[in-house]
């Protein structure tokens, strides 16, 4: 897989706030659509949001985050940043940027990925 490199975890108090964000190494109008999934240990991969690249579509992740979380993208830069507020201790987490087709950032499966990073920790403390 192509290599993403997130930035902006770490550690902050149950309501504050973390913006994440996703660098591609090309035009990430190639990919589709780019998305931000999480993984705590011992519990399933998850999406949290995703975005096409190519449009204005925005597809909300299967997760407790809806409401608190948004997603945006810059194509001059080649970037994608979440922006998550009121952070609860569940949303502990390490977050992963992935880019693909729609259809595989969407519903999966996953192993289609054109592209993943290697992750950021998010640590909310109560």
């Known amino acids: 897989l192509a290599q993403l490199q997130?930035?902006?975890g770490g550690s902050v108090q149950a309501g504050g706030s973390l913006r994440l964000s996703c660098q591609a190494p090309r035009d990430i109008y190639n990919?589709?659509?780019m998305g931000w999934f999480r993984q705590a240990?011992?519990?399933e991969r998850e999406g949290?949001?995703?975005i096409s690249t190519r449009g204005k579509a925005i597809y909300p992740g299967a997760n407790s985050m809806s409401g608190r979380v948004t997603i945006s993208k810059d194509n001059a830069k080649n970037t994608v940043e979440l922006n998550m507020t009121n952070l609860k201790p569940e949303d502990s987490a390490m977050y992963h940027c992935a880019a693909g087709t729609c259809s595989v950032i969407?519903?999966?499966p996953w192993k289609f990925l054109k592209a993943w990073g290697?992750?950021?920790q998010v640590t909310v403390s109560s």
């Open 6 to 8: 997130e930035s902006g």
């Open 31 to 33: 990919y589709d659509c």
């Open 41 to 43: 240990p011992g519990k």
């Open 48 to 50: 949290v949001m995703s």
């Open 106 to 108: 969407v519903g999966g």
């Open 118 to 120: 290697q992750g950021t």
